[in-house]
């Protein structure tokens, strides 16, 4: 148990380790679903189809879902594609490769599953037994059938315990003749997704590979400024029921205890010092925030108006944090002064 914890919180520090790790564990997953999953064919011709081409394609959809669910930047992409613009535009170069970067992952999960799926051959034995032409494997010295009595016969291929039709047609021959047709397809199907993986992940950024750096730097900004911003609230609200808190025991203890009983301090040692060193940066803490109106306009101004992407020395002195004037924060996002243009004319000598 100790080691699953120790493996999972190094996952966690750096997340796109985690998110592979995800990735990897449900692609396991889906293999061993799939092994003890209980295959049972309808065999019926009016169902076989569905049955077998549903457990083709159902499941890969449900681990392609279950792949955005499990990822933690869908929420980030979310966020930023329905923010207001603000003082930062949107880059809709950034928002495609972060969606291309989760569905990457999804995919695994799917392709593992369709892969295990196609090489085993059961669900595509039981979708086209019906269907397959068979005639190889019929016995010619039995009476000719109807084309609907053999259909009826290949349907229950598929099931050996219900099949009576041993004297037609070779059960065992025509389930190898379409399993390895499934074996083929599996193979197709891998050979097209490791080409097509490799011309997304090596041939297309040496195309592109200044704008790839650039989608890759801001795609990583947008998810670490989230993650600050989150801890910065945080340990703003930490602070703020802390400093909260003591200010009403201090306040309740005034009313309750007279001021002639209180212990008086005879004089400032270590200890104190410590306290006060702690209320100190328990203020600190507070960033000047110290109302729930300016709080609640401060969170309501970052959705509305992001900061524009550009350090200044203004800036610098806001990151001080000396004073915050939310009113005016407000104005800014909701009012854009006018640039004024000035024209001037150049005459020549000549």
Request: proline residues 4%; contains cysteine.
């Amino acid at each position: 148990m100790d080691k699953f914890r120790i493996m999972v919180q190094f996952l966690q520090a750096n997340q796109e380790s985690f998110m592979n790790g995800i990735c990897g564990i449900m692609a396991l997953a889906s293999a061993q679903m799939y092994s003890s999953f209980e295959f049972t064919c309808p065999c019926l011709p009016d169902y076989n189809y569905a049955y077998g081409i549903g457990i083709l394609i159902v499941p890969p959809i449900w681990f392609f879902l279950l792949g955005y669910v499990l990822n933690n930047n869908i929420s980030v992409l979310t966020e930023e594609w329905k923010r207001p613009v603000g003082k930062r535009r949107k880059d809709p170069a950034v928002l495609r490769y972060m969606f291309s970067s989760m569905t990457q992952r999804a995919l695994i999960a799917p392709v593992v599953w369709v892969a295990v799926t196609l090489m085993d051959g059961k669900s595509f034995l039981c979708a086209f037994s019906a269907t397959a032409d068979l005639s190889e494997f019929l016995n010619e010295s039995y009476p000719i059938l109807s084309k609907k009595e053999l259909v009826k016969f290949q349907a229950r291929i598929p099931c050996e315990d219900v099949f009576d039709g041993h004297e037609i047609i070779s059960i065992d021959a025509a389930t190898r003749y379409i399993r390895c047709f499934s074996q083929a397809c599996g193979w197709s199907f891998l050979m097209v997704i490791t080409i097509v993986a490799f011309l997304i992940r090596a041939i297309r950024p040496c195309f592109t590979q200044a704008a790839f750096l650039k989608t890759k730097y801001w795609s990583h900004y947008i998810d670490i400024e989230r993650k600050l911003f989150d801890e910065t609230c945080k340990e703003h609200a930490k602070g703020f029921a802390k400093v909260c808190i003591q200010q009403y025991f201090e306040s309740v203890s005034g009313e309750i205890v007279p001021q002639s009983q209180l212990p008086t301090k005879k004089g400032k040692g270590k200890k104190d010092d410590d306290d006060g060193e702690k209320q100190k940066s328990d203020e600190e803490k507070l960033l000047g925030i110290r109302k729930e109106e300016d709080m609640n306009k401060v969170l309501w101004n970052w959705h509305l108006c992001k900061p524009a992407l550009m350090l200044t020395k203004r800036a610098e002195d806001m990151n001080g944090h000396a004073h915050l004037d939310t009113l005016s924060l407000s104005k800014e996002c909701n009012h854009h002064t006018p640039v004024k243009t000035t024209a001037v004319a150049y005459y020549s000598k000549v």
